[in-house]
């Protein structure tokens, strides 16, 4: 979903991770046929047991699929397994059209978690209880992760083997710092706060910005997302994913008046709600690193890093601060976490090699050279946070690390007509004013795919 006028290969690599980014594609659990009848192959995929290789699929490459490399090589040569990895962009129709034909690989790195369900109630992919330990897997990873693979029988399917994080707040850190602004509200009432002593200062205190080409309005689902878990809390957040709840749901427009607060509040975003749907979404934090800077606060995941200006890349520890989005007092009792991630999955349940790659790409030794390289963060509360290349990345894994859960963007778990549409099309009409939030509502949910 990115197109701040940078590079494609750019972008694309910043986005796999937040499939909320990936402009045009397929966002999540379409809901429907996977193209075609399960093969019933799960154990039967892959590489031939005990010839030293495994083959595993992912949707990152170039970069991201060199470090990826870099992080197994110490391993392969200490276990003797060689991992042949391929990223494929389109990951979605290549790995389901390799099921089909009855050619899975022995592991997939899944962006989306729908599509891995989706594969996993046609029996092509194994329970992660079969070969994982849950227990000390569930004692390291960051509460809540599991939830999105896993069935509604309680079955889990994956685990993940890296993160994405959203729920962040940057700030320009020596403007910020001068102007004695707290970094460490403990509510967004708090928050909201420090955003009107910004704006007493002279200062629009919120940096957005929706545009994004075709995908444009994806950020204000984001936002939504934020909302309905601090409003409703996970359990809530769940059931409106799967559409247990409807959209319209009174629990999900209160998400939407507190977005409201935000956004639609005069003077809290620099050019009101027109302004938010024409920024590109790659340059909403850079007025923060203006001279005076034009706005302060800007909520994007971990990836935004990557679209500031080059000197504040290049300076990034003494540039920017950052903050976890914080809950709403009155609403779930606890600090949530919106993200996404890599979920690694076994298709070749007959070959102990590949269940001893998923132990170690599912464990918190995996990526230590990865995450050096910059751009990569463990899932995992007791990674070594000490291999990140900066205080800013460490700053963030701390944050995380002591959230009470993780849960994953709901645009990418929705059907693609809703996730990837009438949800991002309804933010644009909500934040321009077109639309209400009970006709927006109202629209998205009249768009749900029956059956």
């Not at 590949?354 to 790409?361: A, D, G, I």
């Amino acid at each position: 979903m990115k197109n701040p006028r940078v590079g494609l290969a750019a972008l694309a690599a910043m986005c796999l991770l937040t499939a909320g980014c990936l402009q045009g594609g397929d966002s999540g659990d379409d809901g429907g046929d996977s193209g075609g009848d399960s093969s019933g192959t799960a154990g039967a995929g892959g590489s031939d047991p005990g010839d030293g290789e495994v083959e595993v699929f992912g949707a990152f490459g170039a970069d991201e699929a060199k470090a990826f490399n870099e992080a197994l090589t110490a391993w392969e040569e200490e276990s003797g397994i060689d991992i042949k990895y391929t990223g494929n962009a389109d990951f979605t129709t290549f790995i389901r059209s390799r099921v089909q034909g009855g050619q899975p690989p022995d592991i997939a790195l899944f962006p989306q978690p729908g599509l891995l369900l989706d594969l996993a109630e046609r029996d092509d992919i194994v329970p992660a209880d079969e070969f994982l330990d849950m227990d000390d897997l569930n004692e390291s990873l960051i509460p809540g992760f599991l939830d999105a693979v896993t069935d509604d029988e309680g079955t889990v399917y994956a685990a993940p083997m890296r993160m994405a994080v959203k729920s962040l707040v940057w700030v320009p850190k020596p403007t910020y710092a001068d102007a004695g602004y707290s970094l460490e509200p403990e509510s967004l009432q708090e928050l909201a706060e420090i955003a009107d002593q910004i704006k007493a200062d002279g200062t629009a205190p919120w940096c957005i910005g929706y545009e994004s080409g075709a995908a444009t309005g994806w950020v204000g689902t984001d936002w939504i997302e934020e909302m309905v878990l601090r409003v409703a809390g996970p359990d809530v957040y769940d059931q409106w994913v799967a559409h247990e709840i409807p959209f319209d749901d009174d629990q999900i427009k209160q998400a939407f008046d507190e977005y409201g607060k935000i956004a639609l509040t005069e003077g809290n975003v620099q050019g009101g709600g027109e302004a938010i749907v024409s920024q590109p979404f790659g340059e909403a934090g850079n007025p923060s690193f203006e001279d005076p800077p034009a706005c302060m606060l800007h909520r994007q995941g971990n990836f935004a890093t990557g679209f500031f200006p080059e000197d504040v890349q290049a300076n990034l520890d003494d540039s920017v601060d950052v903050m976890l989005f914080p809950p709403l007092d009155g609403g779930y009792d606890g600090q949530p976490v919106l993200g996404g991630g890599d979920m690694a999955a076994l298709f070749n349940g007959e070959d102990d090699e590949s269940k001893e790659v998923m132990e170690f790409l599912t464990s918190d030794e995996f990526g230590a050279e990865w995450a050096q390289a910059g751009g990569w963060l463990s899932p995992h509360a007791t990674f070594d946070a000490s291999n990140y290349p900066d205080e800013t990345t460490r700053k963030i894994a701390d944050l995380v690390a002591e959230a009470d859960v993780f849960r994953f963007d709901a645009s990418d778990l929705m059907p693609a007509e809703v996730g990837a549409g009438t949800f991002w099309t309804g933010m644009v009409d909500w934040t321009t004013g077109t639309k209400t939030t009970d006709e927006v509502t109202a629209d998205i949910e009249a768009s749900w795919p029956s059956g």
